[in-house]
């Protein structure tokens, strides 16, 4: 049974992902974090904060062909449209594919806030990856 947590230096994810591996296991559960070269400057020491709460590493993974946001739209001269925000695209998403192609697994963790913008947002994440 393994699970992949999203770490995402909020307390949102920090908890879920603290609570997944309370439930399931270490060993059971690889913790992952997107890094975006312009996130703010104190998520690393944030990371090894929680790494020593939660009893495991946070596995750090980036885009091979972007740094962060501005990166984007530099190079795809793209910022935002009916689809979307290109670089929640770029950035995130396909880096999330790439890891969930790249291992054997049976479900995930992602914190989301108990507020009425972050419930319909996990309601379309959940029909949009069912």
């Known amino acids: 049974m393994k699970k992949i947590g999203w770490f995402s230096c909020g ?17 059971n559960v690889k913790l992952y974090y997107i890094v975006i070269d312009s996130a703010h400057w104190d998520n690393e ?3 090894r904060d929680c790494e020593k ?12 062909k972007f740094t962060d946001q501005f990166d984007v739209i530099k190079k795809l001269r793209y910022i935002n449209g009916p689809a979307g925000a290109r670089c929640t695209s770029e950035l995130k998403k396909k880096v999330r594919y790439l890891v969930e192609d790249m291992i054997n697994f ?21 029909q949009q990856h069912a």
């Open 11 to 27: 307390v949102t994810s920090a908890v879920a992902c603290k609570l997944a591996v309370d439930k399931y296991g270490a060993e």
């Open 106 to 126: 049976d479900g995930q963790i992602f914190g989301f806030e108990f507020e009425k913008k972050e419930i319909n947002r996990a309601i379309r994440f959940s």
């Open 45 to 47: 020491r944030f990371i």
């Open 53 to 64: 709460w939660i009893g495991t590493k946070v596995i750090r993974v980036q885009s091979e």
